[in-house]
């Protein structure tokens, strides 16, 4: 059995089947780890969504800020916006049954000595309550009336700094945005997300993983979201694996027993 991990997808099932095939994956017996955002923007998205789901056991994920999107728009909470490819999914004669299944994967996951999340943690977090925070939200996500309350009010970009009084809309929107869209942050956790330069960093502020005393000095992270930094970062400890297909890009598959990545780049 192999464990391998892929970055994020957005509807590009062509070079994931290609990445697939090169490492002779078999579902029988491997198994494909997602860092989310497996939907938009790319040309396939009902057809990888599809692909994913039809993987059964031998596929696992965290939720990205577009899969949430994906919800929030199939929930009546926001409108498609005009660089969404979801429309084959809105219509699709199988959406409610690949919709539940989506609206059931976690924000994070710790397992195979590593923490899967899509975008980071934050640095004034532990593993502990970062564990606690994703199940929090995803509890959320289960109850009909709380997800259309967490969809409703998901936009946004503040509160952008946790707080132990944090409670309802507010707090769940903070977790969602530290786990699926955060970049750049201060050494207290509060967020910067407008700015996606990694060589940039705003006033005041430093990439997630880079301040002194961050979870990933002891926890190894396998995360997505950050295109802009190629894949390329100097953490033993952390493994970037959106690497920008979708704007010219490779999209990275990563054997996590070995630790070896492998490429597919646009033709």
Known sequence: MTDYAIGDIQGCLEPLQYLLEKVSFNPEKDMLWSVGDVVNRGPESLETLRFCYKLGSSFRMVLGNHDLHLLAVASGKKKVSRSDTLGEILNAPDKDELLCWLQKQPLIINEKDYVFVHAGIPPQWSLKKALESGKELSTILQC????????????????????????????????????????????????????????APPKGFLPWFDHEGSINDNVKIIFGHWAALRGQINKKNLYPLDTGYLWGGKMRLMNIDTKEFFHCSHK
């Open 144 to 199: 009909g009336i709380r997800s259309d309350q967490f969809f409703d009010s998901m936009y946004g970009n503040h509160p952008n700094i946790w707080r132990d009084n944090l409670a309802g809309p507010e707090k769940w929107r903070l977790i969602a945005n530290y786990f699926t869209r955060m970049r750049f942050c201060s050494s207290s956790g509060r967020l910067e997300l407008e700015s996606k330069d990694p060589k």
